[in-house]
């Protein structure tokens, strides 16, 4: 599905200070497709991703050359509001982190806090959200139960429906299955493959089969530069990179 | 992905290798037994055939391991999925030595029809292709796996001679040497599906090699 491009970086440097994280990255987001970004640790792909929803700019110190855009328009500027920002790309990460609140209100928090009011439509909403987080079922019965006795896959498919809730556009998921068991990992990777029809999604994973099952576009990272990217069957059947190679076939990494 | 699979795709290697020996050895046999008129030596290429089947199913079972329990990825994925190619091929080659022996015993010692000239010149042909198929897989050489693609027209054309000669100069010429020409006519057939064989080797090593198609498309080449 090579469609249209939702987000682009171009030409981006990022320093943490002095120190510079991220070299010369160019890369496509393509619109209804999973994009997995994978490379070994301290490779910069967490770092990456944060940019795509400003979220790097909550670390002092932290600077940005070059552009990101979200359907043509450059998510930096300064007269682009970060919290719209971050309410049309969305965030999933790696350790589930609802809030201490009941299931109900993990879902209305966000609703309520970007001014909504109408109590049938918050209501509408949450079995709207849980049902496309495929969560629905299985908390139906107990909506006022605190949202901590959900499981750990549970409690991963919460937060998936919070983001949902305020509709995004793009929903990014830094390592989201890292702390899950491998049933609750399989659910959230059907998800995934689900969610991608309405939503454009970004996946950073240290899990490369995950990033052969889940997406469509893999980008490898290596000491802060973008080796390679192309379609996943290419990434993983015929590298044309001797890194990319090397990392997929374990030889470093 | 570390050491153990490693040595798991050495093993891997090793045994196709075996195989190819076996494969190899099996046809070199059943020519000689033709060569010789020997049916003796015809009927043991038959019964060596069975330890070729076996290898082959170890082989096939040791590639889908490897996948299931590792995942690979790339260069040793196209290298195990080349391997069960090779695999099938190279059992498919011993068959055919085993095709060659039985019209051996067919023929048993009667004269052959002609003196043998253009068979063995394919017989050459055949061996020198599997040959040279297999030093490219063990070599990871592509310039070698076209070569073996560039000798399959001499392979067909000699086929063709001999079927020609065999029809015209012999069975339509004396109907009564008609059952020991076709003998000769399956033999030179049989010869040319090693031919076959080979050059689907050689598209396979040059796929595990380069990542590129060859197979059904001599233009890209």
């Known amino acids: 599905m090579d469609n249209k491009i939702r987000m682009k970086a171009r030409d981006v440097n990022f320093y943490y200070g002095t120190a510079q994280i991220l070299n010369g990255i160019n890369l496509d987001i393509f619109a209804n497709n999973v994009t997995a970004i994978i490379g070994p640790s301290g490779c910069g792909k967490s770092t990456f991703i944060r940019l795509l929803n400003r979220m790097h700019e909550l670390v002092p110190n932290a600077r940005l050359e070059g552009s990101i855009t979200l359907d043509g328009s450059d998510i930096m500027a300064d007269a682009v509001d970060p919290v719209e920002i971050r309410r049309k790309v969305g965030m999933v990460f790696q350790k589930p982190n609802p809030f201490p609140k009941s299931i109900f209100e993990n879902i209305a928090y966000g609703l309520e806090i970007n001014g909504t009011r109408n109590k049938q439509f918050i209501e509408d909403k949450v079995v709207e959200s849980l049902k496309k987080a495929a969560l629905w079922h299985e908390v139906e019965k107990r909506l006022h139960d605190s949202a901590l006795r959900l499981s750990g896959g549970q409690q991963q498919r919460l937060c998936i429906a919070r983001c949902l809730a305020i509709e995004p556009e793009v929903i990014l998921f830094d390592e989201p299955c890292a702390s899950l068991d491998p049933i609750s990992t399989h659910k959230v990777e059907e998800l995934i493959l689900e969610l991608k029809k309405v939503y454009t999604i970004v996946i950073v994973t240290h899990n490369m089969q995950q990033a052969a099952r889940v997406s469509d576009h893999t980008g490898f990272f290596y000491m802060g530069k973008l080796v390679e990217f192309g379609r996943t069957e290419d990434i993983f059947t015929r590298p044309r990179e001797k890194r990319t190679e090397d990392y997929i076939t374990g030889r470093f990494g | ?221």
Request: a negative charge.
């Open chain 2, 1 to 221: 992905m570390g050491r153990h699979f490693r040595e798991e795709l050495e093993q891997l290697n090793s045994d196709l290798l075996k195989m190819d020996a076996l494969a190899e050895e099996a046809v070199a046999k059943a020519v000689a037994a033709l060569r010789d008129r020997d049916p003796v030596a015809a009927r043991a290429v038959i019964d060596n055939d069975s330890r070729v089947d076996e290898l082959e199913l170890v082989i096939d079972e040791r590639c889908l391991d490897l996948i299931a329990r590792y995942q690979p990825m790339a260069s040793d994925l196209r290298f195990i999925t080349t391997g069960m190619r090779l695999n099938g091929e190279l059992e498919r080659i011993a068959d055919i030595a085993v095709d060659i022996a039985e019209r051996v015993i067919v023929m048993a010692r009667d004269p052959f029809v002609k003196p043998l000239v253009d068979i063995p010149r394919l017989t050459a042909v055949a061996q020198k292709m599997v040959k040279m198929a297999i030093d490219a897989f063990i070599a990871r050489d592509s310039e070698i796996a076209k070569q073996v693609l560039f000798l399959d027209p001499e392979a067909d054309s000699l086929r063709d001679a001999i079927h020609k000669e065999l029809v015209e100069e012999h069975m339509m010429k004396d109907p009564a040497t008609a059952e020991r020409a076709v003998q000769l006519l399956l033999i030179a057939r049989f010869l040319e599906r090693v031919c076959d064989h080979a050059t689907y080797i050689a598209e396979d090593v040059i796929y595990m090699i380069k990542a590129e198609v060859v197979k059904h498309h001599p233009e890209r080449l």
